[in-house]
């Protein structure tokens, strides 16, 4: 075992343009890091932005040949002398390097798994744990109103499984249903579609809740829906913000917020700078086991060797609504 193939990058620019395949050296690993042979990794806006160098430190790109990707997962092959975790091991993680068919990661990033957890799940845990996070910040209980903008966004489909699980009855926002979207078999019980729409925001969402309001919005456009949403919330609803795809800022007055006492906040991915604490790490098995049935669905774009990467980013960039994509190295 001494080369691997690789997908890296030399420069900084459009992933479809400055990312090559290369055979190159299987990465040492030191006392504290295990070397993973990769099973699976996602392909994701943020693996984008960093070959771009659109972000902060530490997630900057060292030359030459940074190998691409940020989440993965795999079996642990190798482990180093401080490393508590078994060979063998089916582990998650997001860090630098997945995009190969091995990677070298240090174990406080590790998260592990059940060896039959599926691989499109432990390849995107972290999108996981965003919609579980993204959940729970807005405080919202069974029973009560949820809004979720990019309905069609494989985030989103993750949250309406788990606010099912929960009892919280949803309102789904799209520009324009796609037909591999069954959004009511996700627990969606109304769907609003923005191009169809020929009323106000808050007058469908008052209609549809029956006047309750929301109690919370996820949001990741912005803009006039998402003043509109903020609207029609129910007193002292919880808006997150995750994203911002409209180019329009969103424009509300201070009593909009201060006579329904609406709390607006915003969600940073988890462990995006630093990896689990003991802490969080303990909060791992309630989500792993929640999404670990065959009825927990996540949407599939397409499997892609790294051979074929360049249709894998293309695909990724132009079709994002066909769903998310990810190399087997199975």
């Not at 909060?283 to 990467?309: C, K, R």
Request: aromatic share 10%; hydrophobic share 45%; charged share 15%.
């Amino acid at each position: 075992m001494t080369n691997m193939k690789a997908v890296v990058f030399d420069e900084i620019g459009d992933p479809v343009t400055v990312a090559k395949l290369v055979d190159k050296p299987v990465p040492q690993t030191g006392d504290d890091e295990v070397l993973v042979k990769m099973t699976a990794a996602s392909i994701n806006p943020g693996d984008f932005l960093f070959i771009q160098n659109l972000y902060p430190e530490p997630k900057k790109p060292v030359f030459p040949q940074q190998v691409a990707g940020n989440y993965g997962a795999g079996i642990v092959v190798q482990a180093g002398r401080n490393v508590a975790v078994a060979e063998g091991t089916h582990v998650a993680f997001g860090f630098f390097g997945s995009w190969a068919e091995y990677a070298a990661v240090p174990q406080q990033w590790l998260i592990p798994l059940p060896a039959d957890y599926a691989p499109e799940k432990a390849a995107q845990l972290f999108n996981l744990f965003t919609a579980w996070d993204l959940l729970a910040q807005t405080k919202v209980r069974p029973g009560q109103w949820l809004a979720v903008t990019g309905g069609n966004s494989t985030v989103s489909a993750m949250i309406f499984q788990f606010a099912r699980q929960r009892g919280i009855r949803v309102v789904a926002i799209v520009r324009k249903r796609i037909p591999s979207m069954d959004l009511e078999s996700l627990g969606v019980e109304a769907v609003i579609e923005t191009s169809n729409l020929t009323e106000g925001i808050g007058a469908r969402i008052a209609a549809i809740t029956e006047g309750q309001g929301l109690a919370g919005v996820i949001d990741c456009v912005g803009g006039p829906l998402l003043s509109g949403l903020i609207k029609a919330m129910a007193l002292n609803g919880q808006a997150v913000i995750y994203g911002g795809y409209s180019a329009e800022p969103f424009a509300l007055h201070n009593f909009d917020i201060l006579m329904s006492g609406v709390t607006l906040g915003s969600y940073i991915y988890r462990y995006f700078f630093t990896p689990p604490t003991p802490a969080q790490a303990a909060e791992h098995p309630a989500l792993i086991a929640a999404t670990a049935g065959p009825d927990f669905w996540v949407p599939l774009g397409g499997w892609h060797t790294l051979e074929d990467f360049r249709t894998a980013l293309r695909e990724t960039a132009e079709r994002p609504e066909g769903g998310k994509r990810f190399f087997s190295m199975a």
